[in-house]
């Protein structure tokens, strides 16, 4: 087939980003012929790409690379110039220019970022006809492709991503009316869980046949070829591969700018943590890397992970509200944080005023957690603030002491091909979302590096935890899910986390959660389903016609 995946954003980075580098990799592996439409700003670094195409706002095109190969598929990249706004769902991460969420545009900059990409768009068709076209998001991509392909008589499909529906459909009325008007133009709908279907359907039950009937449901996939499990006997040489492969690559956040937050709050500025936004490259390893790897005790089966988005959602500050209680059961237990995000100072200054017993500046943090953010989701954090109101549990968490800084570990941001070499040195992920994640992504990752995954009982994690049911049992799978009831969260975070560990993950287990990503949830397995899926949707007249 010819296919064409439209992505107005970067193929580098995670979430949607992520899941459309791979699977144009998969696809094209598979044979098809593949146009990936994006704004990536360096294509020749993705190794699978065939060619790149640079568009200019006129329409007009020149050829940044060709090269073979050596496969039976092709994918080529066109990349699309930036307008005058960079639309984003959430603007947690450090872009370049006048970037501004989609709510926050006014009726006439929406426009001419519709305008402007759907022009571009048709031309691109034009130049690569495709039999069908897959747009990323019900907001912003959707609603081009709309315009983009009735212009040309092309199929296409949308798929949703999670942060479209909660940071801009949820949150905006025109947003909502736009994804609802995409939605009933297009042939169909290719989602990536149950969960996510129903968050649609209650939005719009207008369009409940449509989301019924002419939708079909293919889950994302891992890299099993780039993720796999590591015998604990040779976790330290795994450490020193992730180390050598990032010589020359710290370049993010200075151990000085950590001293200076810890400095700030004990002086009692708690406006600092909103202050680091610009002051380092998010986007990189820490500077210190190596050293903060060499303290972490990966041999005794005690490291817990995180990977992800430094926001309020991922439900960190619950993890690190948890640690006092989790260490009093298991000393030897660690935390190591891999991500990027503005929230990062906030999450360092529950650390530091936790191992430092400052109860007044903590309750402060506390309250304005969320608002800390900058985003919609303003005031306390919920989950912590009942914790702490009970007088014995606020007083483990304020006498946890020193020692609990040295056991939570900051590494910035790691991409894929060194972020393989620590992933399976942990024993346990934990993923403690506040907010619906629509596909569990980091779960199957988990499963990939034979690393047992614990994630809040709710939306796409409980979907992809139930599935693992009949493969690891009803009492296993019990286990790995957190709670997340404001009265429970933080108190049952630490329980779970501390059965899971007492349990002693090993490598039985760890081929055994292999085993189960690698026959069911593979990139190669998920391409061929999303192949015959598009052939039967392509095959569909659009809902708005039918």
């Known amino acids: 087939m010819r296919i064409a995946l439209y992505h107005g954003w970067e193929l580098s980075g995670s979430g949607s980003n992520e899941y459309n580098r791979y699977l144009a990799r998969a696809l094209a592996d598979d044979g098809h012929e593949v146009h990936v439409i994006c704004r990536e700003p360096e294509p020749a670094g993705i190794a699978f790409l065939t060619r790149a195409w640079q568009y200019r706002g006129d329409g007009g095109r020149s050829l940044l690379f060709e090269r073979s190969r050596g496969a039976s598929g092709s994918c080529t990249l066109h990349q699309l110039p930036h307008g005058p706004i960079r639309p984003v769902y959430v603007t947690d991460k450090q872009r370049p220019g006048d970037v501004r969420a989609f709510a926050d545009m006014s009726d006439g900059e929406r426009e001419r970022y519709y305008d402007d990409d759907a022009r571009l768009l048709e031309a691109i068709l034009t130049a690569s006809p495709v039999d069908i076209l897959h747009a990323n998001h019900v907001v912003g991509p959707s609603t081009v492709a709309a315009r983009a392909c009735a212009a040309c008589g092309i199929p296409w499909i949308i798929y949703p991503h999670g942060s479209a529906i909660e940071y801009a459909v949820r949150r905006d009325l025109r947003c909502q009316e736009d994804a609802g008007a995409a939605i009933a133009q297009a042939n169909g709908l290719i989602i990536g869980s149950e969960e996510v279907r129903s968050r649609l359907r209650g939005l719009y039950p207008q369009l409940r046949e449509q989301l019924d009937e002419r939708t079909e449901i293919v889950g994302v996939g891992v890299d099993t070829g780039l993720f796999t499990p590591i015998p604990r006997a040779e976790r330290q040489r795994s450490i020193q591969r992730l180390l050598t492969a ?118 402060q943090l506390v309250a304005e957690g969320n608002a800390r953010d900058g985003n919609p989701l303003g005031g306390s954090w919920p989950a912590v603030s009942a914790y702490l109101a ?107 986390l501390a059965g899971l560990l007492a349990s002693g993950p090993d490598e039985a287990s760890s081929a055994r959660l292999r085993r189960i990503a690698v026959e069911r949830y593979d990139w190669s397995i998920r391409s061929r389903e999303m192949a015959l899926a598009y052939g039967r949707m392509a095959q569909e007249r659009p809902a708005s016609e039918a």
């Open 246 to 363: 990032a010589t020359g690559r710290c370049r993010g956040k200075a151990p000085e700018l950590e001293h200076e937050l810890r400095e700030r709050l004990d002086r009692g500025d708690l406006a600092a943590v909103s202050d680091y936004r610009a002051a380092y490259a998010h986007e990189h390893p820490d500077q210190d890397l190596a050293e903060k790897l060499r303290r972490i005790r990966f041999r005794e089966g005690k490291v817990l992970l995180f990977v992800g988005a430094l926001t309020v959602g991922k439900g960190l500050q619950n993890l690190i509200a948890a640690l006092p209680q989790l260490l009093a059961s298991v000393p030897g237990a660690e935390l190591v944080v891999v991500g990027s995000g503005s929230y990062r100072e906030v999450l360092e200054a529950l650390v530091h005023l936790l191992a430092s017993g400052n109860g007044e500046l903590l309750d």
């Open 390 to 496: 009970d007088s014995a549990a606020r007083e483990l968490a304020l006498a946890a002491g020193p020692a609990l800084a040295g056991r939570v570990h900051f590494l910035g941001r790691l991409s894929h091909d060194l972020l393989r070499h620590l992933f399976p040195c942990a024993d346990i992920a934990v993923f403690p979302s506040t907010v619906p994640e629509a596909y569990p992504l980091v779960l199957m990752e988990s499963l990939a590096n034979g690393v047992l995954p614990a994630a809040s009982d709710f939306s796409g994690f409980t979907e992809g935890l139930e599935q693992l049911v009949p493969d690891l049992g009803r009492e296993t799978v019990e286990g790995m899910k957190l709670p997340l009831a404001p009265h429970s969260c933080v108190r049952g975070i630490a329980g779970k």
